[in-house]
Nanobody
């Protein structure tokens, strides 16, 4: 599976962005998917995860109620709707396939997309 993120950019605090992750291959629907982020000087951290069929989701406490993960298996797409953004959400955001909350569980990664939230 090859993953390509898009949709990052610069936004003011309180604003919204929608990240997309396009997956290649016909096996996308078999994988649980996740979003992670990494800020400068910090370790990569879990943001959200979704099961293969979208029935189960899980979020980091820091993003609950503001970020929503979703997927469209017919289109091989993963999404992250980001609302009420805060400066501390600034990071490179990565989509990943195959695991759940821990980076080591995922087999495939995208190249990342930068999200910058100004105060």
């Amino acid at each position: 599976v090859q993953l390509v993120e898009s949709g990052g950019g610069l936004v003011q605090a309180g604003g919204s962005l929608r990240l997309s992750c396009a997956a290649s291959g016909r096996t996308f629907a078999r994988y649980s998917m996740g979003w992670f982020r990494q800020a400068p000087g910090k370790e990569r951290e879990f943001v959200a995860a979704i099961s293969w069929n979208g029935a189960a989701t899980h979020y980091a406490d820091s993003v609950k109620g503001r970020l929503t993960i979703s997927r469209d298996n017919a289109k091989n797409m993963l999404y992250l709707q980001m609302n009420s953004l805060k400066p501390e959400d600034t990071a490179v955001y990565y989509c990943a396939a195959g695991g759940w909350m821990h980076p080591s569980e995922h087999d495939y990664w995208g190249q990342g997309t930068q999200v910058t939230v100004s105060s």
